[in-house]
């Protein structure tokens, strides 16, 4: 099966929730002790743009992220390209853009690319508590 046995996809059923631990956590030591035991198997991790910004790293669409900051009449596309940036900046990392033209795209990561060719962004705990969930769980092999 896909799922293990104690994940419940039926939505009516009214039954109790079953956890792959024995007693819910109740602290953080409990909680890295689960993660460290054989009943943990994965480990999922839900982060967005957010999880950068204290590094320096702009957001997307924050007041001053990164659409709200795009110009896009100096990106290099078509007339039609560059018209549906302006209506949707989001649209300058479409996947069907980029495979277009990936220049909208590549322009729009200079900035980044380059940081991090300089070392500009500097790694935040919450980067660092997910490259621990990596090296220091299933014998360094990681359950990400």
């Given at each position: 099966?896909?799922?293990?046995?104690?994940?419940?996809?039926?939505?009516?059923?009214?039954?109790?929730?079953?956890y792959p631990f024995d007693?819910?956590?109740?602290?953080?030591?409990?909680?890295?002790?689960?993660?460290?035991?054989?009943?943990?198997?994965?480990?999922?991790?839900?982060?967005?743009?957010?999880?950068?910004?204290?590094?320096?790293?702009?957001?997307?669409?924050?007041?001053?992220?990164?659409?709200?900051?795009?110009?896009?009449?100096?990106?290099?596309?078509?007339?039609?390209?560059?018209e549906a940036i302006l209506?949707?900046?989001?649209?300058?990392?479409?996947?069907?853009?980029?495979?277009?033209?990936p220049l909208p795209c590549?322009?729009?990561?200079?900035?980044?690319?380059?940081?991090?060719?300089?070392?500009?962004?500097?790694?935040?705990?919450?980067?660092?508590?997910?490259?621990?969930?990596?090296?220091?769980?299933?014998?360094?092999?990681?359950?990400?």
């Amino acid at each position: 099966p896909l799922l293990p046995e104690y994940v419940h996809l039926d939505m009516d059923d009214d039954g109790p929730v079953e956890y792959p631990f024995d007693q819910p956590p109740t602290s953080l030591q409990d909680i890295a002790n689960f993660i460290q035991s054989e009943k943990c198997k994965r480990i999922l991790v839900l982060a967005g743009a957010g999880m950068s910004v204290a590094s320096g790293i702009p957001d997307f669409r924050s007041s001053n992220g990164l659409y709200a900051t795009l110009d896009a009449t100096t990106l290099t596309g078509t007339e039609e390209q560059i018209e549906a940036i302006l209506r949707d900046p989001s649209y300058s990392l479409d996947q069907h853009l980029f495979m277009e033209n990936p220049l909208p795209c590549l322009e729009v990561n200079r900035e980044f690319i380059l940081g991090v060719r300089e070392r500009r962004w500097k790694a935040t705990l919450a980067h660092r508590f997910v490259e621990l969930l990596q090296t220091k769980t299933n014998g360094g092999r990681g359950k990400l």
